[in-house]
């Protein structure tokens, strides 16, 4: 493979990958520190009348961002009944009560809490896991074209083959030790 196309390759992975990148590394420090990043989880219970419907727990959910709770999700409840739904940052209860009313209860984890579970995928969509997946093939493919291009160079081959080896050295022993 040329070294012009091998530039190219690495170029073009490294923008695809970047806004993904930053975005994993930023939550993996917030992961790593929950101490500092912490927020406290809102949550609001509401109550309904089964008179009018599921219409207005429909609208309440989705003027709170849970809009993805649909009407056939809640119709099949029997009363005692609980339909839970989540996703990142946020999850609600539906319970069917038994005097023909309905329980919500909403909780908002913040953008903290939503940006952390995108990043470990918890109560991601499916489309989300798999652009994850793609943006990762292209950040693999970027390690392993830079790598190659800096142990193809003359100049560069030793001082890459000591920080590649050190790298690894390095996450050997934190994988091991630590």
């Known amino acids: 493979m040329s070294p012009r196309l091998l530039r190219s ?5 490294s923008l695809i990958a970047f ?3 930053i975005l994993f590394s930023l ?26 419907g ?3 727990v429909i609208t309440f959910l989705k003027g709170q961002g849970a809009g993805r709770v649909s009407r056939g ?9 609980i339909f839970e739904h989540k996703t990142p940052g946020m999850s609600v209860a539906v319970v069917l009560l038994p005097d023909r009313g309905v329980e919500v209860e909403l909780t908002n984890y913040g953008v903290v809490g939503f940006i952390t579970d995108l990043h470990k995928g918890r109560q991601a969509s499916q489309s989300w ?8 093939l292209f950040i693999v493919l970027m390690c392993l074209t830079g790598v190659y291009i800096s ?9 890459s083959m000591v920080i ?5 050295l390095l996450m050997s022993a934190f994988m091991v030790f630590a």
């Open 9 to 13: 390759i690495h170029t073009y992975s």
């Open 19 to 21: 806004f993904l990148l």
């Open 27 to 52: 939550t993996g420090v917030m992961l790593n520190h929950p101490e500092v990043f912490e927020q406290e989880p809102e949550s609001a219970v509401r109550q309904f009348s089964l008179e009018e």
């Open 54 to 56: 599921y219409d207005p």
């Open 73 to 81: 999700d809640l119709e099949g409840l029997s009363p005692g009944d």
């Open 129 to 136: 896991l798999i652009f994850v997946d793609v943006i990762s």
């Open 151 to 159: 142990l193809t160079s003359m100049l560069r081959k030793k001082q």
């Open 164 to 168: 590649l080896t050190l790298s690894l």
